[in-house]
């Protein structure tokens, strides 16, 4: 009878812990900065992917689900949510030089 009791408690213990931490933050992250970081990646690829002119835009604008689903999906399973702003505001750095080099480049 009492591990039963035992049982109980350590199930309503783990019902009570968060799964991640800083909710908002990540929901943040989840919505406003991925779409962001999303958007900028579009015209951004053309400049690393090899592929030809005529899907320099097709293959990233196909991409773009995908791409985010995985960063949406990422601000919410890292285990710390500086590591997610790091990683996001790096892929706009990254991204953003890429356009600039792209259009004043000559």
């Avoid at 992250?29 to 097709?58: E, F, H, K, R």
């Avoid at 590591?83 to 953003?96: E, G, K, P, R, T």
């Amino acid at each position: 009878m009492s591990i039963i009791f035992y049982m109980i408690s350590a199930m309503d213990k783990i019902s009570k812990k968060n799964t991640f931490t800083a909710f908002k933050n990540r929901t943040f992250l989840a919505v406003v900065l991925t779409l962001i970081t999303s958007v900028l990646m579009i015209p951004a690829m053309p400049t690393y992917l090899p592929v030809v002119q005529n899907d320099a835009i097709g293959i990233p604008v196909l991409l773009f689900p995908f791409i985010w689903t995985g960063l949406f999906i990422y601000s919410y399973m890292a285990e710390s949510v500086k590591q997610v702003w790091l990683v996001m505001i790096s892929l706009n750095v990254i991204h953003i030089s890429c356009i600039y080099f792209a259009l004043f480049s000559k």
